[in-house]
């Protein structure tokens, strides 16, 4: 049984993307230069439109 779905999937491969580029930006409008903070937005924003994604670590 996979853990994401594929939306999931597809935005966390945009965020990695983007953050290749150098467009990706954080919530304070910063570049972001982190793998793992790249994954860690796509994941974010899966969360928020209801996509099956892991639970945020608290």
Excluded at 21 to 35: A, D, F, I, P, Y
Excluded at 42 to 55: T, V
Aim: cysteine-free.
């Amino acid at each position: 049984m996979a853990k994401n779905s594929a939306k999931t999937h597809d935005k966390v491969h945009k965020a990695l993307h983007e953050e290749k580029e150098g467009t990706l930006k954080s919530g304070s409008g910063k570049k972001v230069t982190s793998r793992k903070q790249a994954i860690a937005i796509g994941l974010s924003e899966a969360r928020k439109e209801g996509d099956k994604a892991p639970k945020k670590k608290s």
